[in-house]
């Protein structure tokens, strides 16, 4: 069974920018949780979704936005850029809200 | 506030030894989770340990849970190189799928 992908791998954007990443859950997994890595604050949830609903959002400010599709495909998007959105951005999918997730190979974001 | 606390954040002894990292959370939690991450990867899920007195193993890792100390350990047994990687744990809490992460603890497996 394939897991959990992410398009695209690496980015680089400059500061102002928009930035839409993309995420593919495992097949059959319904649940999808977006998180943020940086080395000073380490690991952060963003937003979780669950058949097409944002069920929770972690405290990140406005400009971070997702959804999720129909066939359970997320995408998190990212607007007004800042320096500090520079960060890999982890995808993670589960059967259902509350079961085991599994993360994806995550999307490097560099913000010039 | 929700914390979760790794000690230690670095780690480095030689193969052949013995080591724990420990894991310490601050709320009650549904289930603690282990993971491994290699450098510029993602992470990879070793164990999901669900009740108090909850003891994991696979290979030479071995998780277990107090939740009354609010306490999680991975013990490594005899390390190996191929061991080397930052391990966090993260607890799940109520009916929300969002993870609250360790800071991790990075893993040095000296020769």
């Known amino acids: 069974k394939a897991g959990v992908t992410q398009t695209p791998r690496y980015l680089i954007k400059t500061r102002g920018q928009q930035v839409t990443l993309s995420c593919s859950p495992i097949s059959g997994h319904r649940s999808v949780s977006w998180y943020q890595q940086t080395p000073g604050q380490g690991l952060q949830f963003l937003f979780e979704?669950?058949?097409?609903?944002?069920?929770n959002k972690g405290n990140f400010p406005g400009r971070f936005s997702g959804r999720q599709f129909s066939n359970s495909r997320s995408e998190m998007n990212v607007s007004t850029l800042e320096l500090g959105d520079s960060a890999l951005y982890l995808c993670?999918?589960?059967?259902?809200?509350?079961?085991?997730?599994?993360f994806g190979p995550g999307t490097r974001l560099l913000v010039l | 506030e929700l914390k979760v606390e790794q000690n230690p954040l670095f780690l480095s002894m030689q193969e052949g030894k013995n080591y724990t990292i420990y894991c310490n959370y601050s709320?009650?939690?549904?289930?603690l989770y282990w993971y491994r991450q290699d450098p510029g990867k993602s992470l990879e899920s070793l164990f999901v340990l669900l009740s108090n007195g909850a003891v994991k193993q696979e290979g030479r890792l071995m998780a277990s849970l107090d939740t009354k100390a609010r306490l999680s350990t991975l013990h490594i047994t005899a390390a190996v190189h191929d061991l080397s990687a930052t391990y966090f744990c993260?607890?799940?809490?109520?009916?929300?799928?969002?993870?609250?992460f360790g800071t991790g603890t990075r893993l040095t497996v000296i020769p």
């Open positions: 993260a607890f799940h809490k109520g009916g929300a799928n969002n993870l609250f």
């Open positions: 709320t009650t939690s549904d289930r």
């Open positions: 993670a999918s589960s059967l259902v809200p509350g079961e085991t997730q599994y």
């Open positions: 979704y669950f058949s097409e609903t944002q069920r």
